[in-house]
């Protein structure tokens, strides 16, 4: 059984930083894509940043230049790294990964970490 398991969130003023972690555990044999979404209140879940298992990052431009997605192989770990962060960075993160546990690739997801951001 897999899970993914977010942290880092929290509360903090406009312009501050946060970095958020999310740790993959149980029966893993390989990780492809990982990601971080947002799902702000009342708004749709979106997609804010990506990593292949490669290493190749894309971002929706709302985001660009102030969140940094990166990924730890031994530790099977994806990280979120927000800077300059703004009052409609608002939202619950969730982390995303498409895991191969034996038979086929599966998407899971974590439970989500709030970030508010307000003075």
């Known amino acids: 059984q897999v899970q993914l398991v977010e942290s880092g969130g929290g509360l903090v003023q406009p312009g501050g930083s946060l970095r958020l972690s999310c740790a993959a555990s149980?029966?893993?044999?390989?990780?492809?894509?990982m990601a971080w979404y947002r799902q702000a209140p009342g708004k749709e879940r979106e997609m804010v940043a990506r990593i292949t298992s490669s290493g190749s990052t894309n971002y929706i431009d709302s985001v660009k230049g102030r969140f940094t997605i990166s990924r730890d192989g031994a530790k099977n770990t994806v990280y979120l790294q927000i800077d300059n962060l703004k009052p409609e960075d608002t939202a619950v993160f969730y982390c995303n990964a498409i895991i191969y546990s034996g038979g086929m690739y599966r998407d899971y997801w974590g439970q989500g970490t709030q970030v508010t951001v307000s003075s």
């Open positions: 149980g029966t893993i044999f390989s990780i492809d894509d």
